[in-house]
């Protein structure tokens, strides 16, 4: 592991509260997507200098879910994160007791659910605890479980989220923070794609940012291909929150949660229907599952952001990384007069 990190040295561009405080080149970490986190991903990102949090999704309560203990080997001892749907952690807490027995993560990320249960457990073995909220509520418990790190994520963000955007969240719990328990850092999560977005959250006041969507869309991640195709050729008018598929599936999201995925057969055919999904709660889980496993994408889902518009390639997660960064950098560095120009952005040079 020594000399692999040796062999690689990342170029800090960008130093915040958070890449000091986690030792970290740059201020981003890959989200622990569940089914598509799984442990090359999260050494990509690392190896890159970012932290890679592989995804411990429901613990285990799904069928079909990566099994943790043949992803975080793949990591070799490298840096990572592990995160878990809270509410589903809360059912299986042993897992999270057999995970802290065999492995040493750098962090534990919870989200969607109450994190003071797992807190002191994490306090006692210094474990730093990161806590996607939705809302201004969420972070206060956060705060009272004692988390080193926020992630406030936006409505545009793939996969499950709240109602609150991400461009007022952030700063509204910047100020949160500031005022309330300053030692928090704040990471941004929710549409942050490439350098734009990673200058503009620093801008907003996060130390950092959380991104999903853009690292479904690469080579380590666990996308199946014919999701790929489909993420490559949508734009942003093609992603919806919807609680039906939750529904017609049978998994128990607080209502307070929607799912956001690609436009499909099944999003169409449930569209503003979701009271009559929830009265046939669990009635599609064997139909959903089947879809899911034969990559059917007309009926199972393809879960990515707002921020599909902005992704048309499938590289390495350090190209990622890299691109990025040098676009924050350049565009922090330059100033906002000559933001927003793409198409002149040789000019900056
Ligand atoms: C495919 C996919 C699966 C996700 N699964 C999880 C998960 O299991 N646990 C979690 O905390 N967040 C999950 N998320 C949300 C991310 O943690 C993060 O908030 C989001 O990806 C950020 O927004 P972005 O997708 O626009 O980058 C998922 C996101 C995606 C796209």
Not at 320 to 339: K, N, P
């Amino acid at each position: 592991m020594e000399s692999a990190e040796a062999s690689f040295a990342p170029r800090p561009l960008l130093r915040t509260r958070l890449t000091a405080r986690f030792g970290l080149a740059h201020p981003i970490l890959s989200a622990p997507m569940a089914f598509i986190a799984g442990g090359a991903l999260a050494d990509a990102v690392s190896q890159a200098g970012g932290l890679g949090l592989v995804g411990g999704g429901y613990a285990g309560l799904l069928p079909g879910e990566p099994e943790l203990y043949e992803e975080l080997p793949l990591l070799q001892g490298r840096r990572h994160g592990v995160g878990f749907i809270t509410w589903a952690l809360q059912q299986r807490p042993w897992v999270l007791d057999e995970l802290l027995g065999s492995f040493t993560p750098t962090c534990i990320m919870l989200s969607f659910g109450d994190p003071r249960p797992f807190a002191q457990h994490l306090h006692q073995l210094r474990i730093p605890l990161l806590c996607q909220v939705q809302t201004l509520q969420q972070a206060r418990l956060a705060v009272e479980a004692g988390a080193t790190a926020i992630v406030a994520q936006g409505q545009e963000a793939g996969g499950h989220g709240g109602a609150r955007s991400t461009l007022p969240l952030v700063p509204e719990l910047a100020d949160y923070l500031a005022r309330q328990s300053p030692d928090t850092l704040l990471l941004a999560a929710g549409g942050i794609m490439d350098g734009r977005g990673l200058a503009a959250a620093l801008l907003l006041g996060a130390d950092g940012v959380v991104m999903g969507s853009r690292f479904v869309a690469c080579r380590q991640a666990r996308t199946a291909l014919a999701a790929l195709q489909r993420i490559i050729q949508a734009n942003g008018d093609e992603t919806v929150r919807t609680t039906a598929i939750d529904a017609l599936r049978g998994l128990p999201w607080s209502d307070v949660y929607s799912y956001r995925v690609l436009h499909n057969a099944l999003t169409r055919q449930w569209a503003h229907r979701e009271a009559e999904a929830r009265s046939m709660y669990g009635s599609w889980s064997e139909r959903y599952e089947q879809a899911r496993m034969n990559q059917d994408f007309d009926t199972a889902a393809v879960a990515v952001g707002e921020g599909v518009g902005l992704i048309d390639d499938a590289p390495d997660a350090q190209a990622i990384i890299q691109r990025t960064v040098e676009l924050a950098a350049l565009l922090l560095g330059r100033g906002t007069a000559q933001y927003g120009l793409p198409g002149k952005r040789e000019d900056l040079g």
